[in-house]
Structures are given as structure tokens and as C-alpha cells.
């Protein structure tokens, strides 16, 4: 009951800072506020998983399956609280798809059942790390477009960061983390069923990565042929002068 207490008043504080924000931020729009939020969790989520995970311990690639800590309790009530703010948000506003929908559901259920069972923290806090360490990169791109900016070397460097962390952590580290938890025998068996479930929607999202990937491959390919192009006319005209 009191874990409860405790996640509806995180869950107020931070759709308190998203009022507080559209307030103090009122010629924004209201995306823009939401995301400022959605970055703010991204970066704190990400450092206190990594402080657990390389820190604190257990190493969840070796101890999946343990009592859950109070620190782990702690980042997990932090991003059970954004989560069901920022779903009813996408919900309201219908700005998000059926894909990143069901991500938030099931980070919602995963947390509240690793919450209930008392267990299992450092697998939960290890795949928060993995999903939130490109957020911040993902907030950036679309503060960029937003200010005329993403098509600038900022721009470029925010994306290929963003494709490369995705598969590193994503797929790599979190296709590593998914066997180590499915070959131990203390995860119970839902917790190793949310582990594909979560690994099973990484892939799906890898999809679209990849589709994006290569529209920015043609697009880069074509910028270069028409700086080549340019020059090779402008040397032509300065020629005939």
C-alpha cells in the first residue's frame, strides 16, 4: 500500500513539472514541454541505473533474479511514475503510434510486476538503462528540427550517435542480457517472458532504425553528388572565363 502512496506521488510530481513547465514555458507548445520532461527522465533515469548497475550492484548479467534493493525500488518508482504520465499524455494528444504504445504498457506491467514479486530489480533497472541512454539523443534530434537546426553537422553527428548507441544497446548488450536471464534458473517465469516481450519490440523498432538509416545514407549520398556536381560546373564556368 505504502509503494502505491509512493508512485501516485511520483507520478503527481511529475505532471506537476509538466504544468510547472507549460506555465513558465507558455509560448511552447505543448510537445515541446512534454519532451523537456521525457529528457529530464531520460538523463536521470540513465544515471542512477548506471550508479546501480555498475556500482551498487549485483551485475544483472550474472545475479538476475535478486531481491529487489531499495535504490532499484527507487529508480523504478521514478520511471513508473513518468511512464503512466507520459502515456496518458501520448493517449490524450494521440501523438504516438499502436508500437510506442505497447513499449509503455509493457515498461508500465514489467515495473509493477518486478515491484510486486520483490525481485528481479536489476533486470528491470538494466533495461531501463538500455531504453532510456538514446532518449536523450532522440529529444535533441527533435529539438533541432524544431529550431532549424537539424540539418546542420550537429545534426548529423546526433544521429549516427543515436543509430549506433540503438544497436549496441538494444540489440548486442540487450540480446546478451536476454540470454543471461533465460538461462538462469532464479527469474521467475513472467519476468523471462517480459524479457522477450521488451527484446521482441526492441527488433520491431530496429526496423524503422534501419529504414531511417538508409534515407539518411541516400540523403547524405545525394548532398555529396551535388556539391560534386556543383564544382565541377563552377570550375567549367571559370574555365570559359
Same mark, same amino acid.
Given at each position: ?69 531499495p535504490l532499484q525500488i527507487s ?132 526496423? /524503422? ?10 540523403s547524405w549520398h545525394k548532398q555529396?553528388? /551535388?556539391?560534386? /556536381? ?6 567549367? /564556368?571559370?574555365?570559359?572565363?
Amino acid at each position: 500500500m505504502a509503494l502505491l502512496v509512493v508512485c501516485g506521488l511520483c507520478l503527481c510530481c511529475w505532471a506537476s513539472f509538466y504544468f510547472t513547465l507549460c506555465y513558465v514555458n507558455g509560448s511552447r507548445s505543448y510537445e515541446w514541454n512534454c519532451r523537456l520532461v521525457t529528457l529530464v527522465h531520460g538523463i536521470l533515469a540513465v544515471c542512477i541505473t548506471a550508479y546501480i548497475g555498475y556500482v551498487d550492484g549485483p551485475w544483472p548479467f550474472t545475479y538476475p533474479g535478486t531481491p529487489n534493493t531499495p535504490l532499484q525500488i527507487s529508480a523504478m518508482v521514478l520511471s513508473l511514475g513518468y511512464f503512466i504520465f507520459d502515456m496518458a499524455w501520448c493517449v490524450y494528444f494521440r501523438t504516438e503510434g499502436a508500437v510506442m504504445l505497447a513499449h509503455h504498457t509493457m515498461s508500465i506491467l514489467g515495473i509493477l510486476l518486478t515491484l510486486w514479486l520483490g525481485e528481479s530489480g536489476i533486470e528491470a533497472c538494466a533495461v531501463l538503462f538500455g531504453s532510456e541512454v538514446t532518449n536523450p539523443l532522440l529529444q535533441a534530434r527533435w529539438f533541432l528540427k524544431q529550431t532549424g537546426r537539424y540539418g546542420t553537422l550537429l545534426g548529423d553527428v546526433v544521429d549516427v550517435v543515436f543509430v549506433l548507441l540503438f544497436v549496441l544497446m538494444r540489440i548486442f548488450v540487450g540480446g546478451t542480457m536476454l540470454y543471461c536471464e533465460l538461462s538462469s534458473p532464479r527469474p521467475r517465469f513472467f519476468i523471462k517472458c517480459g524479457g522477450v516481450a521488451m527484446y521482441t519490440l526492441s527488433w520491431v523498432f530496429m526496423v /524503422d532504425i534501419v529504414r531511417f538509416a538508409r534515407r539518411k545514407s541516400k540523403s547524405w549520398h545525394k548532398q555529396q553528388q /551535388d556539391c560534386q /556536381d556543383s564544382v565541377a560546373i563552377n570550375g567549367h /564556368d571559370w574555365k570559359k572565363d
